[in-house]
């Protein structure tokens, strides 16, 4: 099993800025994605961005250009800094750990952290 831990969230005016992290621990696969999801009332979960063990990212158009991730491969952590924030980047975010192969491969969530735009 895998426990994702996420911190960071909060209330920050428009245009601010705020730092997800996500920790994981257990048993973690050596290769595997890493990332957020996010939801609003009413919408369907979406994916921000990921990063892979190897580096390689993914972003959500929404986001590119003003959310940067990173991830510690050695501590297992992952990061989201979140700049030039709207009120459309308010949600729940979701850390999300991707690992396996085949029968193996399993995809393990946190418990989510509420970030909060004002306008």
């Known amino acids: 099993q895998v426990q994702l831990v996420e911190s960071g969230g909060g209330l920050v005016q428009a245009g601010g800025s705020l730092r997800l992290s996500c920790a994981a621990s257990g048993s973690i696969f050596s290769i595997n994605i890493m990332g957020w999801f996010r939801q609003a009332p009413g919408n369907q979960r979406e994916l921000v961005a990921s990063i892979t063990t190897g580096g390689s990212t993914n972003y959500a158009d929404s986001v590119k250009g003003r959310f940067t991730i990173a991830r510690d491969n050695a501590k297992n952590t992952v990061n989201l800094q979140m700049n030039s924030l709207k009120p459309d980047d308010a949600a729940v975010y979701y850390c999300?750990?991707?690992?396996?192969?085949?029968?193996?491969?399993?995809?393990?969530w946190g418990q989510g952290t509420q970030v909060t735009v004002s306008s």
């Open positions: 999300f750990l991707d690992g396996g192969v085949g029968v193996t491969r399993t995809t393990y």
